[in-house]
Each structure stands twice: as structure tokens, then as C-alpha cells.
């Protein structure tokens, strides 16, 4: 009698670890090679987005934009109020990020690579800016070398080396 309970124990530990190995290969296999989407979107526990990767808006220039974002990659990360306060990019003139001001648009730290912020002079910006009312210093790359620019609050060049 003992045998045969030892059997049936042994059978079923069989079974239960041949049954656990085959749902786990299935699980590997389930993994999709590609997973395809507009968006992609970092919740809480409430649902409220605080991060999302997807397409850009198109805002057109003059709009709370300058264009070149729409239908490009874009990571947004929002501030507890819903804010975009991060964009990381590939944009129409290159990559960049942007540190946003408070207003969610217009960036206070800005880093380009290739075409940047300053009307395309050069392969690297990185501008800081004052609620977003345009640039206030910046550093400046470009086959020529580097160029250090301070502006007032109207926009002029008060300092700039070399």
C-alpha cells in the first residue's frame, strides 16, 4: 500500500513539475518581438500620467510652438499638476532636451545638437532662458569653435566671447 501512495506522489510531482515547465516556456514564447503604439503612458495607482513617449503635437509656430515637433519622438515627463516640465526629442532640426519653465512650453534649459535654438548656427547649443522669453545666455558650437553669449531682457547681446 505504501508503494502505491509512493507512486502516486512521485507520478503527480511529475506531472505538476512537467505542467510549471511547460507553462513557463509558454510565457517566454508569448513575448511579443515587437510591440507597436502611438503612446505609451507612465501611470500611478489613480491614472495619472506622469511621463509618456509618443508622437509630438503639432503647434504651430507663433502657437506655443516653433513646428518641428509634431509627428516626432518625443519623452514628456509632467510635474504634479500636469505640467510638461521634460522633453527629450528627435526633432525636425535635430535632438535635443528641454528643461520647460513653469508654463509647460517654453524651455528654461534647452540642449540642441546640430541645427539648435539660434537660427541654426551651429552643431550644439545649450541656451538658458528667463520664463521662457527667450535666450538669456548661452553656449554655442560650432565648426569654428565655441562662443559663451550673456542677453539682456530684451534680447541683446551685452557679452559674448570669442
Given at each position: 500500500m505504501r508503494l502505491k501512495w509512493a507512486v502516486v506522489v512521485v507520478?503527480?510531482?511529475?506531472?505538476?513539475?512537467?505542467?510549471?515547465?511547460?507553462y513557463a516556456a509558454g510565457k517566454a514564447s508569448d513575448v511579443p518581438e515587437v510591440i507597436r503604439a502611438q503612446r505609451f503612458e507612465l501611470v500611478d495607482e489613480e491614472g495619472t500620467?506622469?511621463?509618456?513617449l509618443g508622437l509630438g503635437r503639432r503647434v504651430e509656430a507663433g502657437a506655443g510652438g516653433d513646428g518641428?515637433?509634431?509627428?516626432?519622438?518625443?519623452?514628456?515627463?509632467?510635474?504634479p499638476d500636469g505640467r510638461t516640465r521634460?522633453?527629450?526629442?528627435a526633432g525636425r532640426r535635430g535632438p535635443g532636451l528641454d528643461l520647460l519653465h513653469k508654463t509647460g512650453w517654453k524651455p528654461g534649459v534647452a540642449v540642441r545638437v546640430d541645427k539648435g535654438i539660434e537660427e541654426g548656427d551651429g552643431h550644439g547649443n545649450l541656451v538658458l532662458?528667463?520664463?521662457?522669453?527667450?535666450?538669456?545666455?548661452?553656449?554655442?558650437?560650432?565648426?569654428?569653435?565655441?562662443?559663451?553669449?550673456?542677453?539682456?531682457?530684451?534680447?541683446?547681446?551685452?557679452?559674448?566671447?570669442?
Open positions: 507520478a503527480l510531482c511529475v506531472v505538476v513539475t512537467v505542467a510549471a515547465v511547460a500620467v506622469h511621463a509618456a518641428l515637433l509634431g509627428g516626432r519622438p518625443v519623452l514628456e515627463m509632467y510635474d521634460v522633453q527629450l526629442f532662458t528667463y520664463e521662457g522669453d527667450g535666450t538669456r545666455a548661452g553656449v554655442h558650437v560650432n565648426e569654428g569653435g565655441a562662443r559663451l553669449e550673456l542677453r539682456d531682457h530684451d534680447g541683446r547681446t551685452v557679452w559674448s566671447r570669442p
